[in-house]
T-cell receptor
Framework: DGGITQSPKYLFRKEGQNVTLSCEQNLNHDAMYWYRQDPGQGLRLIYYSQIVNDFQKGDIAEGYSVSREKKESFPLTVTSAQKNPTAFYLC????????????FGPGTRLTVL | EDQVTQSPEALRLQEGESSSLNCSYTVSGLRGLFWYRQDPGKGPEFLFTLYSAGEEKEKERLKATLTKKESFLHITAPKPEDSATYLCAVQVTGDRDDKIIFGKGTRLHILP
């Protein structure tokens, strides 16, 4: 089955720690995205990547970092510099940035203790 | 500034009671509009893409329509399993890359 997987489903972090969220897709999509979703707010774009070894900041990139070493993988690191990291994180992918339907993974809920 | 507004924020209907959800947008250079369904604690599930005014798409009890300023998601004779948050997103031209802007969603609750 083709799709997008995210792990872990739930993640707990102590203040001051960095954590990395995994996102893998086997849809042969070139573009991948990370969004943050908070209650009562729309999805907000953190980072996106069109090709391997290239990525761009979205609207709320501060306190986050990404890498794109493989086409299939786009991990997101939430650093200690992110002041309010508790949220639901969604990974998405499509063939070309901004050009066609995005498909989403199941999400990771991050809670800072 | 590009903006997407969904209304109402929440809607409670009796089973079988048809209604419509609205997605209005003020954007420059609309390239497409997307509807998604999202269940609690899960990722959004793609429903429809609309590209031009007058276009309509249907899937089971759902029908999406598009005008130059808004889109409607019509729900006919809904069932409790249609309860979810429905998200609207628009694809617009950007400075470097096209971008997708999401509305805040409409929480739909169908009562049995």
């Amino acid at each position: 089955d083709g799709g997008i997987t995210q792990s872990p489903k739930y993640l707990f972090r102590k203040e001051g720690q960095n954590v990395t969220l995994s996102c893998e897709q086997n849809l042969n999509h070139d573009a991948m995205y990370w969004y943050r979703q908070d209650p009562g707010q729309g999805l907000r774009l953190i980072y996106y990547s069109q090709i391997v070894n290239d990525f761009q900041k979205g609207d709320i990139a501060e306190g986050y970092s990404v890498s794109r070493e493989k086409k299939e993988s786009f991990p997101l690191t939430v650093t200690s510099a992110q002041k309010n990291p508790t949220a639901f994180y969604l990974c998405a992918s499509n063939y070309r940035v901004g050009r066609d339907t995005q498909y989403f993974g199941p999400g990771t809920r991050l809670t800072v203790l | 500034e590009d903006q997407v507004t969904q209304s109402p924020e929440a809607l409670r209907l009796q089973e079988g009671e048809s209604s419509s959800l609205n997605c209005s947008y003020t954007v420059s250079g609309l390239r497409g509009l997307f509807w998604y369904r999202q269940d609690p604690g899960k990722g959004p599930e793609f429903l429809f893409t609309l590209y031009s005014a007058g276009e309509e798409k249907e899937k089971e009890r759902l029908k999406a329509t598009l005008t130059k300023k808004e889109s409607f998601l019509h729900i006919t004779a809904p069932k409790p399993e249609d309860s979810a948050t429905y998200l609207c997103a628009v694809q617009v031209t950007g400075d470097r890359d096209d971008k997708i802007i999401f509305g805040k969603g409409t929480r739909l609750h169908i009562l049995p």
